[in-house]
């Protein structure tokens, strides 16, 4: 199982770095995926949870004879950590590719799978939300390789990018200070218009006694 790695892809992903060698990451993760995944249904089903060492499945239990959604995202994930980056997205390919079109899941993603394509516990939130752990490590990776006009290119956007907001925010703050200035005008001139009624009744009322 790949529960082993778990410790490793988190820490890295929270920005605090290996715990483990990266060397023994990348092994581990390539037992995982020939014998948890590729073994089993060529991957379209994810990871498999329990594999014995001849390759069987451990049906020692429920759980460790099913295949879990957030743990094959998880999974592919830690494997764009260590650097394996075909097979993660293979993984991820051929897992959605199964679950969405052949198993019609795309939409209420479940707990978990068996080998035959029976499900428990649909509509799961972790396994639909999981997904985000893959893009994220996707982008982490994506952005330590930038370098020369693709690291330009992402500096002129953020560049640019501030630039806008700041354009936005300074264009709010006018209008704001019009709005101000606008309901304030309205208030003198309300106030101007009452004193001018009031003027004139006072001097209709004056009229009547001359």
């Not at 079109?101 to 939300?129: D, E, I, K, W």
Request: net charge neutral; hydrophobic share 35%; glycine share 6%.
């Amino acid at each position: 199982m790949a529960d082993q790695m778990v410790g490793n892809w988190y820490s890295i992903s929270c920005g605090l770095g290996r715990i483990i060698p990266m060397d023994k990451v990348k092994t581990v993760l390539s037992n995982v995926y020939n014998m948890n995944i590729l073994a089993i249904s060529d991957g379209k089903l994810g990871a498999i949870n329990g594999v014995r060492p001849d390759g069987s499945i451990d049906t020692s239990c429920l759980h460790s004879q099913e295949m879990t959604p957030s743990v094959t995202y998880g999974v592919a994930a830690a494997m764009l950590q260590a650097g394996l980056t075909e097979e993660a997205f293979k993984l991820i390919s051929d897992f959605t590719d199964n679950s969405y079109n052949n198993l019609g899941c795309a939409f209420q993603t479940p707990h978990c799978f068996s080998v035959s394509g029976q499900y428990r516990g649909s509509t799961h939130m972790s396994s639909s939300l999981s997904i985000w752990a893959f893009q994220w490590c996707y982008e982490i990776e994506t952005n330590k390789n930038l370098s020369g006009e693709n690291h330009l290119a992402s500096e002129m956007y953020n560049t640019k990018l501030e630039k806008s907001m700041a354009e936005k925010v300074a264009y709010l703050s006018e209008m704001e200070s019009k709005k101000q200035m606008s309901q304030k005008q309205n208030a003198s001139e309300s106030q101007e218009g009452i004193l001018k009624s009031v003027r004139t009744k006072v001097t209709r009322s004056l009229s009547l006694f001359m």
